[in-house]
């Protein structure tokens, strides 16, 4: 409340003479909150309320600008309390992909995401973001055994089970090093991207990149198509995944040439996204008090075994899986463990 009111006497001080009223809009799941200022002729704008003890403003301003230069639809900075942490942001509505992605209207919004994808990756350029390198990667996939398997599970794995994921995780790491690097928005899906069309602006409008690095090219494409929150035919989203690879190709983003080996590393690092993913949703749940992610564990959980069973060299993780998931495995087929 002590927060809310302090931003009520910035705004006060920016809006001389001006009513307004002020209304939660949301939170994500680091210690941000955003809140909707309505003035009295309806015009609204957006506040970033970040505390500077628990979270820094200056990632977001710097992604803004790399991604406003961009010529994608990001948030506008009206005005700045950089000591306070508070930012005043243009508006992009209210209504997210999630809300409104249908079997109808799911192919245009898709191209949309994927055309500004393309344009942010076109604007990449090394030593402007941090690097999504191999320290970065693997204290991500740690996640997965701390959070997921140990704390969520009360899973104690053996000693054979712990070298095994250590070789799974190398060889994750390996596959997606290797990758060409671009800007990263890092959690590029639906949630984060906003339906703006009919305000006069384009889609999508993207928000939530403060934590955007340069790193593989294959990592926003995992966000969007094998999203945490809703789910497409495989088909459908082989489709659009082509499709980005053929616009990406056309646009001169060092994309594999041949699409067998750009789908091999799409997989690969949705492999290492669902696993740090699973682990964040786990800890989110133990260590932070939030609950609402536990319901989107078993689609990510869904999506990690799909890799799994079309790569052998993931089966180590694959058992885990089983294994977490009272499952096992008779003569190649997973089977609901019996009842004691």
């Known amino acids: 409340m002590e927060r809310q009111q302090q931003i009520g006497t910035w705004l006060a001080g920016l809006w001389p003479g001006r009513g307004f009223s002020l209304a939660p809009a949301s939170a994500d799941a680091s210690f941000r909150r955003y809140f909707r200022a309505t003035q009295d002729d309806g015009t609204t704008h957006i506040i970033m309320d970040a505390p500077p003890a628990s979270e820094d403003c200056r990632p977001w301003l ?39 992605l249908n079997a109808g209207n799911a192919v245009p919004l898709y191209a949309d995401a994927i055309a500004a994808l393309i344009r942010i990756q076109q604007a990449s350029r090394p030593g402007v973001l941090p690097e999504y390198d191999s320290t970065l990667l693997r204290r991500e996939l740690d996640l997965f055994p701390d959070w997921f398997l140990a704390r969520h599970h009360q899973l104690t794995l053996g000693e054979n089970e712990r070298l095994g994921l250590a070789a799974v995780f190398d060889r994750i790491l390996a596959v997606n090093l290797a990758e060409p690097k671009v800007f990263v928005h890092r959690d590029y899906h639906s949630r984060n991207l906003m339906r703006t069309d009919g305000t006069g602006a384009g889609n999508p409008g993207i928000i939530d990149f403060q934590d955007a690095v340069y790193g593989p090219i294959t990592y926003d494409m995992v966000s969007l198509l094998k999203d ?112 004691a």
């Open 228 to 339: 945490a929150y809703i789910e497409w035919d495989e088909d459908l989203v082989l489709d659009w995944l082509v499709r980005y690879w053929d616009a990406a190709r056309k646009a001169g983003l060092p994309v594999a040439a041949d699409f067998g080996e750009f789908f091999r590393d799409y997989e690969w690092m949705g492999v290492q996204r669902h696993v740090k993913v699973l682990g964040i949703f786990a800890r989110l749940y133990h260590r932070d008090g939030k609950d609402g992610y536990l319901k989107d564990l078993p689609l990510v959980a869904r999506y990690l075994r799909k890799a799994c069973e079309r790569y052998a060299e993931l089966s180590p993780l694959r058992k885990l899986l089983d294994k977490v998931e009272d499952k096992i495995t008779v003569l190649g087929y997973t089977m609901d463990k019996p009842a």
């Open 62 to 100: 710097h992604v803004q600008q790399l991604f406003h230069a961009a010529g994608v639809h990001v948030p506008e900075v009206l005005a700045q309390d950089l000591e306070r942490g508070f930012l005043l942001l243009s508006d992009l509505g209210a209504t997210t992909y999630l809300e409104v």
